[in-house]
């Protein structure tokens, strides 16, 4: 196992943890150093705001712990592509590097629908990486979403 997917293996446990409260599974994880300095999983539902991003979430939790909200230096990695809202997040904290397990191509902004995190125009660009425990990654949202449906039906 690399370097990458060790850190996504921590985003998945979050990912795991939404699941485990009927939220859509996605789990983030923020590294600086090597070591993991906040978590987050997507709290949605269960909080009743459209903001609780599993990004969201962690990147609050890391400049509360940096004392900054500048988080130069650090990574995140993230089982699903993040939206606009968290990519504007990622580019506002800085954060130097994206790592991301499965793409969206309805909702992501880090290279599906845009990439915002590589614009020209902006004072910040991260560096990407994507397809990091990919199958992983989709396995749990696509028994959610199966689940979800049956459980609709009955």
């Given amino acids: 196992m690399n370097?990458?997917?060790?850190?996504?293996?921590f985003a998945l446990k979050e990912a795991k943890k939404a699941y485990d409260k009927g939220e859509v599974p996605i789990g983030c994880v923020i590294v600086k150093d090597d070591r993991i300095i906040a978590r987050g999983h997507n709290q949605v539902l269960n909080r009743k705001s459209g903001i609780y991003h599993a990004e969201i979430i962690a990147i609050k939790k890391a400049g509360k712990k940096l004392g900054d909200f500048r988080l130069e230096g650090t990574e995140i990695f993230i089982t699903l592509e993040p939206c606009c809202m968290c990519a504007g997040a990622i580019i506002n904290s800085r954060i130097k590097r994206v790592v991301i397990g499965a793409m969206d191509i309805k909702r992501g902004f880090c290279g599906s629908i845009e990439n915002v995190l590589d614009r020209q125009e902006l004072n910040h660009k991260s560096i990407i990486e994507t397809g990091v425990l990919e199958n992983e990654c989709l396995d749990i949202l696509q028994e959610f979403f199966k689940n979800l449906r049956s459980e609709k039906k009955k």
């Fill in 3 to 9: 370097r990458d997917e060790y850190f996504m293996k």
